[in-house]
T-cell receptor
């Protein structure tokens, strides 16, 4: 199906474990983004990518790693999960002008 | 830096009531302004946008007018339905050349009761 998908939709993990959240889009959009959504903070940008092999930090990058070897995929890795990383994570993509972002359904991550 | 201010809510309204969700912003230059909607269990969807002063964005009965003099982009709907229950995010993006990051407000939760 066309669009932007995220997997898994729900994940429970333990402190210190490595976790990878997947994001896949079928539009061949240049830009991809990772946000986290927390009560009282709205959406905060973690990392973004302007193209394959080009990534840059957002507002809250500490504790996260991204890669983008293919245009359609943009995985987010928590190298050693902490409880403060419990959140809902959204992936988004956009083309060049007008840069409108399209969001995936989100991954709810709980770190125990 | 850029910022967007909106009330967190929840805003609770009866069906067919008039809705206003306030949004004010701080930005250098002349940003584009957006309203996104997030239905329960889903990602954000673009609801409407305005790219310059005095523009009115509209969609699904919702409207918002870009007011440069008051740096505001308030969301309105004349008659809400239960299906409008969602979280609404105001956002802005600078219009400088090339890609510019989007700044989101904290989101306002709307509950519409029958």
């Amino acid at each position: 199906d066309a669009g932007i998908t995220q997997s898994p939709r729900y994940k429970i993990t333990e402190t210190g474990r490595q976790v990878t959240l997947m994001c896949h889009q079928t539009w061949s959009h240049s830009y991809m983004f990772w946000y986290r959504q927390d009560l009282g903070h709205g959406l905060r940008l973690i990392y973004y990518s302007a193209a394959a092999d080009i990534t840059d930090k957002g507002e809250v990058p500490d504790g996260y790693v991204v890669s983008r070897s293919k245009t359609e995929n943009f995985p987010l890795t928590l190298e050693s999960a902490t409880r403060s990383q419990t959140s809902v994570y959204f992936c988004a993509s956009s083309s060049d002008v007008p840069y409108e972002q399209y969001f995936g359904p989100g991954t709810r991550l709980t770190v125990t | 830096g850029n910022s967007v201010t909106q009330m967190e809510g929840p805003v609770t309204l009866s069906e067919e009531a008039f809705l206003t969700i306030n949004c004010t912003y701080t930005a250098t230059g002349y940003p584009s302004l957006f309203w996104y909607v997030q239905y329960p269990g889903e990602g954000l969807q673009l609801l409407l946008k305005a790219t310059k002063a005095d523009d009115k964005g509209s969609n699904k009965g919702f409207e918002a007018t870009y007011r440069k003099e008051t740096t505001s982009f308030h969301l309105e709907k004349g008659s809400v339905q239960v299906s409008d229950s969602a979280v609404y995010f105001c956002a802005l993006r600078r219009n400088s050349g090339g890609y510019q990051k989007v700044t989101f407000g904290i989101g306002t939760k709307l509950q519409v009761i029958p």
